[in-house]
């Protein structure tokens, strides 16, 4: 059984970064796409960056430039730097695996951007 979970959340200034990470367990790690989804206050759950098992990346727009996901697969870990973060990128943020459209999510992780 896949389980995922997120560490690296946290309160950063605006203009700050953070980096969150995805340890991946229980499957074969290469063979999931891997994606960082946000939930923000008032607001449905978003797409804002995946990697494919190529590792072709994707991200939501205003993210881009900004945000970077990667994966380590000797590692099982997915990551996705945060720079020049915005009181708007305030979210929870939630680890998802999906293969063959079966998809596993982790319990998502608080970043707060604020001064």
């Known amino acids: 059984q896949v389980q995922l979970v997120e560490s690296g959340g946290g309160s950063v200034q605006p203009g700050g970064s953070l980096t969150l990470s995805c340890k991946f367990s229980?499957?074969?790690?290469?063979?999931?796409?891997m994606a960082w989804y946000r939930r923000r206050p008032g607001q449905g759950r978003e797409l804002v960056a995946a990697i494919t098992t190529r590792e072709r990346t994707l991200y939501t727009d205003p993210v881009k430039g900004r945000f970077t996901i990667s994966r380590d697969n000797p590692e099982r870990t997915t990551t996705l730097q945060m720079t020049n973060l915005k009181p708007e990128d305030t979210a929870v943020y939630v680890c998802?695996?999906?293969?063959?459209?079966?998809?596993?999510w982790g319990q998502g992780i608080q970043v707060t951007v604020s001064s």
């Open positions: 998802n695996a999906e293969l063959d459209l079966r998809e596993t």
């Open positions: 229980g499957g074969d790690f290469r063979a999931f796409t």
